[in-house]
């Protein structure tokens, strides 16, 4: 395979218009200028990701196979710092140079903290009952009143 041609990424923030439109994703530099028009999502999505690496939002999105192999196409070089590895198998993922960090998680943690006291439970049934038993024999007991006087 030819050696790639290598792009830091201030070069790449050069080039962030409609006319004119490049990004980085896995380590690839990608000029999508001639896909803008074709992108189903619409123009916008690509030149706001422009200049930038824009890895975590093209994975984010989840793309298709032929997505994915449309990088390929568009690629005109390297990001400084990145080995992109021969093209075909699930390995054509590019490895930086630096020490990688695994993946990073985030998760809500719920607690099922609902154990009541017995009485608490109770109390939670019988108050509102009580308040509507109160309610309507006053309701009865005014109604009845009126009718007597």
């Known amino acids: 395979m030819a050696p790639q041609k290598v792009f830091t990424l201030s070069q790449v923030a050069q080039h962030k218009s ?8 896995h380590g690839r530099v990608l000029d999508v200028s001639k896909f803008l028009e ?16 824009a890895t975590k939002d093209f994975e984010a999105i989840g ?7 449309l990088l390929l196409k568009y690629q005109v070089g390297v990001l400084q710092g990145y080995n992109i590895q021969d093209v ?8 930086p140079n630096k020490a990688t ?5 985030s998760a809500f943690v719920i607690k099922d ?24 024999g006053y309701r009865y007991l005014s109604r009845s009143a009126n009718l007597t006087s």
Do not use: I, R
């Not at 074709?38 to 690496?53: I, M, R, Y």
């Not at 075909?88 to 490895?95: E, F, I, Q, V």
């Not at 960090?101 to 998680?105: L, V």
């Open 18 to 25: 409609k006319t004119d439109c490049w990004f980085v994703v």
């Open 38 to 53: 074709e992108h189903p999502g619409g123009d916008d999505v690509l030149v706001e990701s422009g200049g930038k690496d």
């Open 63 to 69: 793309h298709s196979k032929a997505a994915q192999n």
């Open 88 to 95: 075909g198998g699930k390995d054509d993922a590019p490895s």
């Open 101 to 105: 960090k695994g993946k990073e998680m």
């Open 113 to 136: 903290d609902t154990t009541l006291p017995k009485f608490a439970a109770l109390l939670e049934l019988f108050v509102p009952l009580l308040v509507a038993v109160f309610y309507f």
